[in-house]
């Protein structure tokens, strides 16, 4: 079982990959060379399942922080001999530039310790286990490193001294004196490959400078956003953008499997795909922190991948591969403990099946967001949404699982049917776009029937809110989108009474937001939602409620780790971090939330 606090990682990325590495420098999971591929180190998820360490042989103090406008990690490592830092990174090509990030990467981790002052002896421990630890290859020396081969991997560890192997583990004991530095790079390949290169020490020097100088670059050309709380806008957006499939366009709704979102409960989703919702908000989200000149390779890749379905009169899938794949089956990994002992351990995700239809309305509600990127749009995208406008105006009567992939019986969500909404509403006036003056008539009398039915049927009196599904009593926190996505102002009196409800009965003792509190057919609980406090304080700023905006994201903004990452939810007894790391919804939330308030503010004074 390992038991190191999710907030004790960092996040590694070239954009096709991620590594979590912790404060005292060990990589424990890295998926390569892809962000849904097995691990080759998961110790996140067992404590036997590999892992690649630097640490100091002494009691050591750590600080850390992100390069700045990168994502290129630099700690400071401080004994009582001497201080040393450790600058790590997934590398990338210094000469891929501003909008080609990672349009290819070396498929190589960096890793760089420079003594700055005094003396410090510090221990690698490396111990790749393939395939989620159920390998442990065979290694050997080479020149410049050590070689691996298990399974389909092939890996080449370079390194300034030769290391001791004892089976399929390597270590090495080296001391550095005030300005000596030493260089280690994991470099991976395919059996089918040529044996991974090594590196040397002045490649491994100019490849972390290179990775610096690319995520700058990126940061140069596409951050724009002016207001409150800036650094932690354009961090999430570098975040979002590590998130982000660089081949494809696809975004990993987080880059990691199983973190439980409940301590030793069964609620353990692998999230390393990209949801339709998520890669949508996503786009809608860099509209803010960024120039998401990202907006068409999306937008091809969704009419690539879905478009045969829709055309031949099927649902839209509501995730995919990041290559496109639409069987993403789920198993179990019954030789992993899980985070501490939360099993099962889950590859694949269920939810792929599950008919949600609230993502017709994101994906439109995100071309709408987008629509001065959507000029490169080719024809099939084009007439990709207007399929998918055409399908939520058929499919918005049916029952569906809802936003939060519930797995019992399916409802009339009200979260689905004002996405319907959203998706007819911005295809209206994306028609001439689109070409599809045609549809404008059906559309518009198809989006003004779902708004009578959620007006009718979506209210609750003995609630005194808008609910969960029609009919229902039960709160439910997506319902804060309602003056987000335009379809009620924020100060109208039904909106206020459901800000209100929330806030006052859908909170923990912190004022954190919990998804909802009705029966989901899973046993167990889970903790509060960032995302959904987010979205309480960008709906309480829309509604001329500054203050407890202010109030609502600064709760929620403190629990981001040294480093500005956030998970999925917050343990409503500890207080811990908790669900799959970091997490796309919440950097998100913290986008849209930080927008929100700043235009609350910009209005106020004006």
């Not at 999430?236 to 030793?264: D, F, H, K, N, R």
């Not at 890669?279 to 960024?290: E, G």
Request: charged share 25%.
């Amino acid at each position: 079982m390992t038991d190191t606090p999710i907030a004790e990682y960092a996040l590694l990325s070239d954009c096709h990959s991620a590594a979590l590495v912790s404060r005292a420098g060990s990589i424990d999971w890295l998926c390569f060379p892809r962000f849904d591929r097995a691990a080759v180190f998961a110790r996140l998820l067992d404590e036997d399942a590999g892992a690649w360490s630097i640490t100091p042989t002494s009691p050591a103090d750590y600080s850390r922080r992100y390069l700045q406008r990168s994502m290129v990690l630099e700690t400071e490592i401080r004994t009582e001999g001497g201080v040393a830092t450790l600058t790590e990174a997934l590398a990338l090509e210094a000469d891929q530039l501003g909008h080609d990030l990672g349009s290819y990467a070396p498929r190589a981790l960096l890793r760089r310790v420079v003594c700055v002052d005094g003396e410090v002896e510090l221990e690698m421990r490396y111990a790749p286990r393939p395939e989620f630890g159920l390998i442990s290859p065979l290694l050997w020396d080479i020149e410049g490193g050590v070689a691996a081969r298990g399974g389909p991997e092939r890996l080449t560890l370079s390194t300034p001294e030769s290391p001791r192997i004892d089976g399929s583990t390597a270590t090495l004991r080296f001391t550095l004196r005030s300005g000596q530095a030493a260089g280690f790079a994991l470099a991976h390949r395919s059996i089918e490959e040529d044996p991974p290169p090594v590196w040397s020490q002045k490649e491994i020097a100019a490849g972390l400078d290179g990775t610096a100088r690319a995520w700058r670059s990126w940061s140069a050309v596409h951050q724009r956003y002016e207001g409150p709380w800036s650094d932690l806008v354009y961090h999430s957006g570098c975040v979002l953008q590590a998130l982000m499939y660089q081949p494809t366009g696809a975004i990993v709704a987080a880059p990691t499997t199983s973190l439980p979102e409940s301590v030793g409960g069964e609620r353990n989703w692998d999230y390393r795909y990209a949801w339709v919702r998520d890669a949508s908000f996503t786009l809608d989200a860099l509209w803010v922190a960024a120039c998401p000149d990202e907006a068409s390779k999306f937008f091809s890749f969704m009419a690539g991948t879905v478009a045969s379905q829709l055309g031949a009169g099927s649902e839209l899938q509501i995730m995919f591969g990041i290559g496109g794949e639409h069987d993403l089956s789920e198993r179990e990994l019954a030789h992993l403990s899980g985070w501490r002992a939360s099993r099962p351990v889950r590859v694949g995700n269920g939810a792929w099946s599950q008919r949600q239809l609230d993502v017709y309305g994101e994906i439109l509600g995100a071309a709408h967001r987008l629509a001065d990127q959507l000029g490169e749009v080719q024809g099939p995208s084009l007439r990709f949404l207007v399929q998918v406008a055409d399908t939520a105006a058929v499919k918005w009567r049916e029952q569906d699982q809802g936003i939060w992939e519930i797995r019992g019986e399916p409802r009339h969500f009200l979260y689905s049917k004002l996405m319907c909404w959203v998706a007819l509403d911005r295809a209206v006036a994306m028609a001439p776009l689109l070409k599809a003056e045609d549809h404008v008539e059906q559309w518009s009398q198809v989006r003004d029937e779902i708004r009578a039915a959620i007006l009718e049927e979506g209210w609750s009196e003995t609630a005194g809110a808008f609910t969960q599904s029609f009919g229902s009593d039960d709160l439910d926190a997506s319902n804060l989108m309602i003056p987000i996505v335009g379809f009620l102002p924020a100060d109208d009196a039904r909106m206020l009474a459901t800000i209100d409800a929330t806030r006052e009965r859908l909170t923990d003792d912190r004022g954190l937001v919990f998804r909802y509190l009705a029966e989901d057919g899973l046993e167990g609980s889970e903790g509060t939602f960032l995302l959904c406090t987010f979205w309480l304080a960008q709906a309480e700023a829309m509604a001329g409620q500054v203050e407890r905006a202010r109030s609502t994201f600064e709760r929620a903004v403190a629990f981001a780790n040294d480093v500005g990452l956030l998970s999925e939810e917050v343990d409503e007894d500890t207080g811990e971090l908790l669900g799959n790391y970091p997490q796309a919804f919440s950097h998100i939330g913290l986008i849209n939330a930080a927008w929100a308030i700043s235009e609350a503010e910009r209005t106020a004074s004006s």
